[in-house]
């Protein structure tokens, strides 16, 4: 089954632990990219990577590190998690077209962090 | 001011009703995405539009680039259409960065 798998689902850490979360997907997809959601401001983009060893920053990616080693993982660091990285966190992965064009996207389950 | 405003912010229907949802934006984009966020959270990708109208069994999906607005259409909904709907865009430019608004929480009673 054609699938983007985050692990793990729940996490609870202290401040200060580094924890990574982990997003393989097994579509052969090029594009994968980290987002967090928050009441109120909904879903914001962490990081992206475009192919192998390409990363680029979203809107909040202070705080995270990412890696793109092979092209089928695409795991999520937290160096020093903080009480305000506590979030709901989604991994997804897109093909890109012939033409270039990304195409819809394949979402992960999700992982909820909560950082004390 | 965000750079995407959906509105509204809240819906409830009665089933069977034709449902609106409304997406603006304020950059110029090269691509527009419905997402679907279930009760349980999961995410599902619904639409990518970068013109004109797509359609998806009871979904319809519209842009108006010109304008900078876009409209997500449910014919004959169904209480199992009940989640949060949520608009994203792409910034034109080569950067693949998505831009999300806070989405619109629909509820349909049977």
């Known amino acids: 089954e054609a699938q983007v798998t985050q692990n793990p689902r729940y996490l609870i850490t202290v401040t200060g632990k580094k924890l990574t979360v982990t997003c393989s997907q097994n579509?052969?997809?090029?594009?994968m990219s980290w987002y967090r959601q928050d009441p109120g401001l909904g879903l914001r983009q962490i990081y992206y990577?475009?192919?192998?060893?390409?990363?680029d920053k979203g809107d909040v990616p202070e705080g995270y590190k990412v890696s793109r080693k092979e092209k089928r993982n695409f795991p999520l660091i937290l160096e020093s998690p903080s009480p305000n990285q506590t979030s709901l966190y989604f991994c997804?992965?897109?093909?890109?077209?012939?033409?270039?064009?990304?195409?819809?996207?394949?979402f992960g389950s999700g992982t909820r962090l909560t950082v004390v | 001011k965000n750079e995407v405003e959906q509105s509204p912010q809240n819906l409830t229907a009665q089933e069977g009703e034709f449902i609106t949802i409304n997406c603006s934006y304020s950059?110029?984009?090269?691509?527009l995405h419905w997402l679907q966020q279930h009760p349980g959270g999961g995410i599902v990708s619904l639409f990518m539009?970068?013109?004109g109208k797509k359609k998806h069994g009871r979904l319809i999906a519209t842009i108006n680039i010109q304008e900078k607005h876009s409209s997500l259409h449910i014919t004959a909904s169904h209480p199992r259409d009940s989640a949060v709907y949520i608009c994203?865009?792409?910034?034109?430019?080569?950067?693949?960065?998505?831009?999300f608004g806070k989405g619109t929480k629909l509820t349909v009673n049977p």
């Open positions: 994203a865009v792409r910034s034109r430019g080569g950067s693949e960065k998505l831009v």
């Open positions: 990577s475009m192919n192998v060893e390409v990363t």
């Open positions: 997804a992965s897109s093909p890109r077209s012939p033409g270039h064009e990304l195409n819809g996207y394949t």
């Open positions: 950059v110029g984009i090269s691509a």
């Open positions: 539009l970068s013109s």
């Open positions: 579509m052969n997809h090029e594009y």
